[in-house]
């Protein structure tokens, strides 16, 4: 049973442009949590979702970024007209049902916006 | 959720029992304290969790006070591979609804060979 499956583990983007990153959650996992990690600094909570929901999105900033976890295939975490402050690494988590908050993290995307 | 205060870094010998103590004087009845850690540069890693019982897995041990309102994990012989940073979060445990783990500063550990 394959962990928890980010990529790309490293995305370098131009101010402006878009990052997606993907992340596709342990066999039989229906909830995938996003965390943020700014460079020497803690984990911060963005999103939750299960299948087709969001069910948190409080740390989600409210402008240029979206999450969505479709019925079929991974999870994606949005980014439009990146900014240098959003560099940083995205971690996904996910855990089955019935499991209390996220259980099993992925190694991270490495986002850096040139 | 409980806040919870834990030492900003310690320091443990190759070998030795590393224990790593956190407080959560405000933890209510229904809040599970959890234990994560953080390699350098990887993703969290959930060490264990408990409510009221000592619990013990196969990477460590999670003593809570009869009170509840510290608690302590233990890695029983420690090797460099432990050092990371670890985070103790205490969380209400429910089947449903949004589940997020708030993650502190933690405790940056260092295992000297």
């Known amino acids: 049973n394959a962990g928890v499956m980010q990529n790309p583990r490293h995305l370098v983007r131009r101010r402006g442009q878009e990052a997606r990153l993907r992340c596709s959650p342990m066999?039989?996992?229906?909830?995938v949590y996003w965390y943020r990690q700014l460079p020497e600094e803690g984990l911060k909570f963005m999103v939750y979702?299960?299948?087709?929901?969001?069910?948190?999105e409080s740390g989600m900033p409210k402008e240029r970024f979206s999450a969505e976890f479709p019925k079929e295939g991974p999870s994606i975490l949005r980014i439009q007209q990146v900014v240098r402050g959003d560099s940083a690494a995205y971690f996904c988590?996910?855990?089955?049902?019935?499991?209390?908050?996220?259980?099993?993290f992925g190694a991270g995307t490495r986002l850096s916006v040139l | 959720d409980a806040k919870t205060t834990q030492p900003t870094s310690m320091d443990c010998a190759e070998g030795r029992a590393a224990n790593l103590p956190c407080n959560h004087s405000?933890?209510?009845?229904?809040?599970?304290v959890y234990w994560y850690r953080q390699i350098h540069s990887q993703g969290p890693q959930y060490i264990i969790h408990?409510?009221?019982n000592n619990e013990t897995n196969e990477m460590a041990s999670l003593i809570i006070t009869e009170d509840r309102k510290s608690s302590t994990l233990i890695l029983p012989h420690a090797t460099l591979r432990d050092t990371a940073v670890y985070y103790c979060?205490?969380?209400?445990?429910?089947?449903?609804?949004?589940?997020?783990?708030?993650f502190g500063q933690g405790t940056r550990l260092t295992i000297n060979p």
């Open positions: 988590a996910s855990s089955p049902p019935q499991t209390s908050g996220p259980r099993y």
């Open positions: 066999k039989g996992h229906s909830h």
């Open positions: 979702l299960q299948k087709e929901n969001i069910i948190d």
């Open positions: 405000t933890i209510s009845g229904n809040e599970y």
């Open positions: 408990g409510l009221k």
């Open positions: 979060i205490v969380r209400v445990q429910e089947s449903q609804g949004a589940q997020k783990l708030v």
